[in-house]
């Protein structure tokens, strides 16, 4: 079952050109700030998206590494990174996509004379022919 939260260990390692974080248990998730304030806001993105992408694949989802086993290397500052799934998910799923389309130039020249949002319209289209709402 999905979970709605996860709260993972990261550690940041501070120095003159930013910020890199690193999630112990994520391997490949590596986000990085020249701020705290964007560090915190991409560490949180970047864990949404790399569980995310676990979830998509049916990856097993590690629990987190207790922070007494966690040792950074020198400077590295231990810290927690939360996130809220249902959003992550809901903002993949409902992202847009660019699709090409061929008609006849006469119906293009037709639906351009009357401002048509072609993108409404093949929406429209779409769901009625896939009887969605």
């Given at each position: 079952?999905k979970?709605?939260?996860?709260?993972?260990?990261?550690?940041?390692?501070?120095?003159?050109?930013?910020?890199?974080?690193?999630?112990?248990?994520?391997p490949?998730?590596?986000?990085?700030?020249?701020?705290?304030?964007?560090?915190?806001k991409?560490?949180?993105?970047?864990?949404?998206?790399?569980?995310f992408?676990?979830?998509l694949?049916?990856?097993?989802?590690?629990?987190?590494?207790?922070?007494?086993?966690?040792?950074?290397?020198?400077?590295?500052v231990?810290?927690?990174?939360?996130?809220?799934?249902?959003?992550?998910?809901?903002?993949?799923?409902?992202?847009?996509?660019?699709?090409?389309?061929?008609?006849?130039a006469?119906?293009?020249?037709?639906?351009?004379?009357?401002?048509?949002?072609?993108?409404?319209?093949?929406?429209?289209?779409?769901?009625?022919?896939?009887?969605?709402?």
């Amino acid at each position: 079952m999905k979970r709605d939260y996860y709260t993972y260990p990261a550690i940041f390692y501070y120095d003159e050109d930013g910020i890199s974080i690193e999630f112990p248990d994520l391997p490949g998730c590596c986000p990085c700030g020249k701020t705290e304030d964007e560090a915190f806001k991409n560490a949180t993105e970047a864990l949404g998206v790399h569980l995310f992408g676990m979830e998509l694949d049916g990856d097993e989802i590690p629990a987190p590494t207790p922070y007494r086993d966690i040792h950074p290397e020198d400077g590295g500052v231990v810290t927690t990174v939360r996130v809220y799934m249902p959003s992550i998910r809901l903002a993949k799923v409902n992202r847009s996509v660019t699709r090409t389309i061929t008609l006849p130039a006469w119906l293009n020249a037709a639906a351009m004379e009357r401002n048509v949002n072609f993108s409404q319209v093949l929406q429209d289209a779409l769901k009625q022919q896939l009887h969605l709402q």
